[in-house]
């Protein structure tokens, strides 16, 4: 896999303070109004190379629109697990699956950049037991997940991982 590996068992100091500053709310208000945006051109730009987080891994998940068919670009954080990419549709903890979780649901064959690296990649829901692991991974990798969990209400946040695929 071309996307870069990264461990959700040892998120280093500087991961864990920048996942703290983007969960306060002014951050969290900014980023789920604005921020995807801004880091999707940032991204763009870079190559992957720089977010707006700063120190949070993230992917650049280009998909199509499940009722417009328009390729849209959102920015994810990330963890990898078994060869696969995991990300969290926790639309910071709202009452609704984020938008691009629709998207890719309807369309799984997504691009995925990162780090100047794109691939062509195959996403699928994770279920069962297998989903409650990944999302204490994904606890334990940045604890604003456990406050999304609670803001979500009744909503289960889906996990949904990324399988490289041929083009």
């Known amino acids: 896999m071309g ?6 068992t040892a998120p280093s100091p500087l991961f864990t303070a920048g996942a ?18 801004v880091d999707r051109a940032v991204i763009r730009l870079t190559r992957g190379h720089v977010s707006l987080s700063l120190v949070l891994p993230e992917v650049l998940l280009t998909h199509t629109g499940a009722k417009t068919g328009n390729r849209r670009s959102t920015p994810l954080t990330y963890f990898t697990d078994g060869g696969r990419v995991v990300t969290i549709a926790s639309n910071y903890g709202g009452e609704r699956h984020p938008a691009w979780y629709h998207n890719v649901v309807a369309h799984p064959r997504v691009t995925l950049s990162s780090r100047g690296y794109t691939g062509t990649f195959l996403a699928e829901d994770a279920t069962g037991t297998e989903r409650d692991r990944l999302f204490a991974l994904a606890k334990q990798f940045v604890p604003n997940y456990a406050d999304y969990e609670r803001r979500a209400g009744g ?5 949904v991982t990324f399988t490289e695929t041929p083009a």
């Open 3 to 8: 996307i870069p590996e990264v461990e959700p």
């Open 20 to 37: 703290k500053l983007m969960g306060t709310e002014p951050a969290r208000r900014f980023l789920k109004r604005y921020g995807w945006r």
């Open 155 to 159: 909503r289960r946040i889906p996990v």
